[in-house]
């Protein structure tokens, strides 16, 4: 099983990749993965008992985030302008290891719509999103 390394990519690596071309070096291991993917457990729960709706949200910001990024030239970055999260399903401990995707829905030079879902380990949706990314200059 191949070793997952954690960790940022450094902005000046950023600036001469292509978005896609990033992704595809943290999909290879070539870049490190982002730091919160895996498995929720009790340090994500929120006072009710499920795990905290800021969590996924975080997640599925993250995937959709993402896949806007694969649609952007060397020396560009994109940010969040606007999110809309609907959670249909709790999280807990019991979901085991959770997947988020997201798949851009459009992608102009300074604007990104994008979608995302998360679901748990069993492949049940949890919650589903939309979101409005701001392309520009790194």
């Not at 009790?42 to 795990?51: A, D, I, M, R, T």
């Not at 800021?54 to 997640?59: K, M, Q």
């Not at 606007?82 to 807990?92: I, T, Y």
């Amino acid at each position: 099983m191949k070793q997952i390394t954690y960790g940022v990519v450094e902005l000046e690596q950023m600036r001469e990749l292509s978005g896609l071309a990033l992704m595809q070096g943290i999909a290879e291991g070539r870049y490190p993965a982002a730091p919160i993917a895996g498995t929720p457990g009790l340090e994500h729960y929120n006072p009710f008992g499920s795990v905290h709706g800021g969590y996924i949200t975080t997640l599925l910001d993250s995937a959709m985030a993402c896949a806007v990024q694969t649609n952007v030239p060397a020396g560009q970055g994109s940010t969040t302008l606007e999110l809309k999260v609907n959670f249909v399903r709790a999280v807990n401990v019991q979901s085991g290891e959770v997947r988020a995707e997201g798949n851009v829905i459009s992608a102009g030079k300074r604007v990104a719509t994008a979608e995302g879902r998360l679901y748990d380990a069993s492949g049940n949706l949890c919650a589903h999103a939309s979101t409005t990314c701001l392309i520009f200059p790194i």
